[in-house]
């Protein structure tokens, strides 16, 4: 039977989640901890953390008075998000796992866990906030703008926000860390995980070369020049600078070397000398597979978007939204606009939604400047 006042809260065993827990205790919640492990492939103390984080949330959940579980989604994650994210690292692209994430299992499988527990809704510490009006969800930018995620909650559903709380969306950091002190968390210090949750910090190419191929191929520079090999081009991203393999050749500019261009055609991974090569900049781009929080943007709405976490907003046009593709124009070009991520909307504080980018327009060639791109298998 389901509560109105009973929530269960998905614990991470960081200070984030620990605190969001406490707070809606304190707000008189019938509160239930959830630790989610959705990795279990090679999962040891070297780069995975799962068994300290539940030992983590368990320590939390016995200070502030809750029952807590532990609930295995790994198959769930290696059929919805893991092979995904393989697809689309063959493909060439670079995914963002942690959209996928949110989207397939904290806010769905774990929500439906969740509902079968009786909880008439979930929390999580997600940096973000949800304003309800007239029967309609928004969702918001958190506070702390350092620390916001509405990028990584941009695919959640009406129905999704509907069931959620965000307990930090109005604190910052500091503050969440300073009430994690007071109370006594044993966690209250303990660092923020950072990178893809199934990597840790091991190697991202060894760890990514146990499941794709190696398709070596020549590594060009804007020029033709050959200057070395690749090992794949799953292996690169845009805009990549470090492990390219080409430090010590040099065109005379004395500046490093970026990952430009993907060509999958034959196979060849396209360099340039400068953060600011025209390869690198993009002021158009299409996106597919679009997920709205509430409806699409119309054509010639202006509003911002991000096509990176860590990335300001950029001032941009909706030049076409439709049948879940989107096109975007830019008033200032954007550096390294990588298929695969995703391109996430805004209009002030509310986060509207986005879709993964599928291809960006260039302002110049491969080989004749001035001449746009359109080559499907160039990214």
Not at 55 to 69: F, Q, T, Y
Not at 75 to 84: K, N, S
Not at 100 to 124: P, Q, S, V, W, Y
Not at 354 to 373: K, L, Q
Request: hydrophobic letters at 40%.
């Amino acid at each position: 039977m389901k509560s109105e006042r009973r929530i269960v809260v998905g614990m991470s065993g960081g200070v984030d989640s620990s605190v969001a827990a406490w707070l809606l205790k304190q707000q008189g919640y019938e509160v239930i901890g959830l630790f989610m492990k959705n990795w279990e492939d090679d999962d040891d103390d070297e780069y995975c953390s799962s068994r300290q984080d539940w030992l983590d949330a368990a320590s939390v959940a016995d200070r502030i008075g809750i029952d807590i579980e532990a609930v295995n989604f790994a198959a769930e994650y290696r059929e919805r998000v893991f092979a995904e994210f393989l697809r689309e690292y063959s493909a060439g692209r670079t995914p963002n796992p942690d959209v996928l994430c949110n989207a397939e299992i904290k806010f769905k499988a774990f929500l439906d866990h969740a509902l079968a527990l009786g909880a008439h809704r979930i929390a999580t510490g997600h940096y973000a906030r949800i304003r309800t009006a007239d029967g309609s969800h928004r969702l918001l930018r958190a506070v702390d703008g350092t620390k916001d995620q509405s990028y990584f909650l941009h695919r959640l559903t009406q129905a999704q926000l509907a069931r959620t709380l965000f307990p930090l969306g109005e604190l910052r950091k500091t503050e969440v860390r300073e009430l994690a002190r007071r109370i006594g968390l044993a966690n209250a210090a303990k660092r923020d995980s950072t990178g893809i949750c199934f990597i840790g910090e091991r190697p991202f190419r060894a760890f990514l070369a146990r499941y794709l191929p190696t398709r070596p191929g020549p590594i060009r520079a804007a020029d033709g020049r050959v200057l070395g090999e690749h090992v794949g081009l799953s292996f690169y991203t845009l805009g990549q600078r470090k492990g390219i393999g080409v430090g010590g050749r040099q065109d005379g500019s004395g500046q490093p070397w970026f990952v430009a261009r993907k060509d999958l055609s034959d196979n060849t991974l396209w360099v340039v000398q400068g953060h600011d090569h025209p390869w690198l900049l993009t002021d158009r781009l299409v996106a597919t597979s679009a997920a709205w929080v509430a409806a699409a943007p119309e054509a010639g709405r202006h509003l911002s978007a991000k096509t990176r976490y860590r990335q300001a907003d950029a001032a941009c046009t909706v030049l076409d939204a439709v049948n879940g593709r989107i096109e975007l124009g830019f008033e200032e070009p954007q550096w390294a606009v990588t298929p695969g991520q995703s391109a996430v909307l805004y209009e002030g504080e509310v986060c509207l939604g986005g879709a993964v980018i599928d291809a960006a327009d260039t302002t110049s060639a491969m080989h004749e400047p001035g001449r746009r791109v359109a080559s499907a298998a160039l990214i």
